[in-house]
């Protein structure tokens, strides 16, 4: 990498501060050239007046800071411009940034992608800021967090030196099994210890998946046709989210409305009413694609008769309009009216608790897909190996396994991914 990036890395002006991040080789020159002054030492704000040096005409009085590479936050020499958060300002001093030989407006994510190519963070690092980026609750806010600040990154570099150790264990045990001075290893000790890294890894792979946390736990809303499921959508997502008709089959499509209850991202999905006999055609469809949905979600809120409802592992029955058609005797379902208000406080606190259940707790790791497919790959390794009694089988295996960790933290295989990837972030970050 040798070009030298710029880009305003704070909230978009107007603004009290500006920030404006220059990175790369030519990033004291660049100072330099706006200052027409001496650098400042490292990591000291220092008062500057900045000025066009093709016009020599001022651009502002600025708060300017240096931070040398590698001890920086993309290993490279940085430099931070505080401005005044004016449009004129901000557009002014990029202007004159764009004219220096060397310097060119950063790409989206190009920031995190030197700091990463750099070895500042690792993938999976990136891969949490790119999350924190994103998080809009505090639950998602906790999980992404401990991924950028590397916990995910610390518990996979235990992993590798474990695999290195076995590796080398594996590795004498086949080449000097002859010396007198080095041990054969136990079949017992090779197979306790297999499994007790391939029982570290099962335990991670069974924690919540980041999907969830980051898209919301599926909440579904089904039952007969006029149950009043969009009316309970609606009064759950406090908006007119579903068209709300008292003619039996107005909702034929799946509406999916995202919101956050109680802190926790849930994503409801009202669906087509399910009757077994219908002469539309249409609604036939939206049947069909409510079913499919019912087997997608991880909550379901079921509208109807305990004996018609569709077999689900996580269903609370809910006896709507209850206001109109109070339950009868021994009926065990929630009683909402989701018109008064009766029984929804009742709701909210069911779904909350079965969703907290469905979610990383605390500040526990949360392994998206990617993530998770190399894990598993590795702990399968650990178990082929445990499968076998050839020790050069077992050594490839690890091998392999050692692979998977590289490529969970970027080491290795990942160059499509970091395109896709470093896209999703703001063009200052």
Known sequence: MTDTIFALSSGTPPA???????SGPDADAALTALTDHPLPAPRHATLRTLTDPESAAPLDTALALRFPGPASATGEDMVELHLHGGRATVAAVQAALAHLPGLRAAEPGEFTRHAFENGRIDLSEAEGLADLLRAETEVQRRAALAMAEGGLSRRVEGWRHALLALSARAEAAIDFADEDDVEPWPENERLAALA???G???ETLAAPPAERLRDGVRVGIAGPPNAGKSTLLNALVAREAAIVSPIAGTTRDLIEA???LGGLPLLLIDMAGLRDETGDA???IGIDRALKAIERCDLLLWLGSPGEAPEHSDLIGIAAKCDIHPPGPGDSRLCVAALTGEGMRELESGI???????????DALALNMRQRTLLASAQQGLDAAAATSDLLETAEHLRCC???MDRLTGRAGTEAMLDALFAQFCIGK
């Open 402 to 404: 050692r692979e998977e």
């Open 196 to 198: 007790a890294l391939s």
């Open 16 to 22: 009290a501060i500006a920030i404006v991040r220059v």
């Open 282 to 284: 249409i609604e036939r």
């Open 352 to 362: 909350l608790a079965r969703a907290s259940a469905l979610l990383p707790a605390g």
């Open 258 to 260: 995202p919101v956050v």
């Open 200 to 202: 570290e890894m099962a």
